[in-house]
Nanobody
Framework: QVQLVESGGGLVQPGGSLTLSCEAS????????MGWYRQAPEKERELVAT???????NYADAVKGRFTISKDYIPNTVYLQMNSLKPEDTAVYYC??????????????WGQGTQVTVSS
């Protein structure tokens, strides 16, 4: 089983910055992609950014140009650098990872979420 642990959330003023991190642990053979999703109050969960093992990235239009996703391979860790934060970025941010466990079983795992609040 693959587990994800997020960190780095908190309270920040508009225009400020935060960096989230998420480390995957378990019997991992390979990670195909990792990403960040968020869910604001009364809203559906939405994609924020993803990065594949090949380095391809994808960003939601709302964050493009402000957020940057990156990753390390050992250990498998994904980061989300968030700049120029806006109140509408307030949400619980969830880490996601997809890949294969050591026994070649596919996995699709989620973290518990970390709260990001942008407010003056």
């Amino acid at each position: 089983q693959v587990q994800l642990v997020e960190s780095g959330g908190g309270l920040v003023q508009p225009g400020g910055s935060l960096t989230l991190s998420c480390e995957a642990s378990g019997t991992i053979y390979s990670v195909v992609a990792m990403g960040w999703y968020r869910q604001a109050p009364e809203k559906e969960r939405e994609l924020v950014a993803t990065v594949t093992s090949g380095g391809s990235t994808n960003y939601a239009d709302a964050v493009k140009g402000r957020f940057t996703i990156s990753k390390d391979y050992i250990p498998n860790t994904v980061y989300l650098q968030m700049n120029s934060l806006k109140p509408e970025d307030t949400a619980v941010y969830y880490c996601n990872a997809r890949g294969y466990e050591a026994n070649m079983t596919p996995f699709d795992s989620w973290g518990q979420g970390t709260q990001v609040t942008v407010s003056s």
